[in-house]
């Protein structure tokens, strides 16, 4: 599944994954409500943008201290009930694999960036052992005293290499991993409203079943409220991936290009310092 394919479920179709098991999205605990699933009496959220108060990008309502207490305690209660079997987990499918595939998409960048400063690194071991070679054999020939300029000058082309590399090529690269790293945080606030939407779902059901009519509008609301907000983290996250992902494949070749194409010119420069030392001898 593309991360595309969250915007698509504004349709409030069924969507077919790209994994055996096909899944209902609709059976999901958090999914994307359509017009005529907001409640009437609740005003229909606007995108606020340029803000300053933000959590990760995504404006968030301000919370007590007591509140804040209260959402962990009823989250703690919920992943209890869950792990001991007495209420189902929350269905999420489409986020946790959104999850997963961030997961795997840092550690693949994280992965390329070692080999791509890994590589810079070996060029410059490469050229300072090509220098203390050429010093030591300047020491013994007096007649390789050019030589030995030739091996300074290798060991400064390919430090003006790896710096050029930690500049350009690695930080746009960690610029990336910055972004998927941000989106993995979103991901991981989304799952608390989730635990907040089924913990509602559950307590208005309890209410349901003791016929108390003051406490079923109260667990309404309060089902109403964190549905709405699970939905704005939703849209958000969303959003954000729908930013990220175009073109991610060709901008990280093309940034394999650059390394390379920087790699070359090195080399290049490396091999006509030879060719002058060669030259005049």
Do not use: W
């Not at 300072?128 to 013994?140: E, G, K, R």
């Not at 799952?191 to 079923?216: F, S």
């Not at 983290?233 to 175009?246: G, M």
């Amino acid at each position: 599944m593309s991360f595309s394919t969250l915007h698509r479920r504004q349709n409030r179709g069924t969507i077919k994954e790209e994994s055996d098991q096909p899944v209902d999205e609709r059976d999901d605990s958090c999914p994307l409500l359509g017009d005529d699933d907001r409640p009437s009496s609740i005003v229909k959220p606007r995108r606020i943008r340029n803000v300053h108060v933000i959590n990760n990008g995504l404006l968030t309502p301000k919370r007590s201290l007591a509140q804040r207490i209260m959402g962990r305690k009823n989250r703690l209660i919920q992943r209890v009930l869950v792990a001991c079997r007495l209420t189902e987990a929350p269905k999420d499918s489409t986020f946790k694999q959104v999850q997963m595939k961030t997961h795997t998409t840092i550690e693949q960048l994280t992965a390329i960036r070692s080999s791509l400063h890994d590589h810079s690194q070996s060029i410059i071991k490469l050229s300072t052992a090509i220098c203390c070679f050429t010093d030591n054999l300047a020491s013994l020939q007096e007649d390789s005293t050019i030589i030995a300029a030739e091996g300074h000058q290798i060991r400064d082309i390919a430090l003006v290499f790896s710096d050029q590399v930690e500049k350009s090529i690695l930080a746009k690269v960690d610029l990336r991993i910055v972004e998927f790293e941000r989106i993995n945080v979103l991901i991981q606030g989304r799952t608390k409203l989730v635990l907040d939407v089924e913990y509602a779902k559950r307590t208005l059901a309890v209410e349901h079943q003791k016929g108390n009519a003051n406490r079923i509008a109260e667990r309404k609301q309060a089902l109403q409220t964190a549905q709405l907000e699970c939905e704005k983290a939703t849209r958000f996250i969303t959003d954000q991936l729908k930013f990220l992902s175009p073109n991610q494949a060709t901008d990280l070749l093309k940034l394999y290009q650059e390394y390379a194409q920087q790699a070359e010119a090195a080399f290049q420069a490396h091999g006509d310092l030879i060719d002058t030392a060669i030259k005049s001898k």
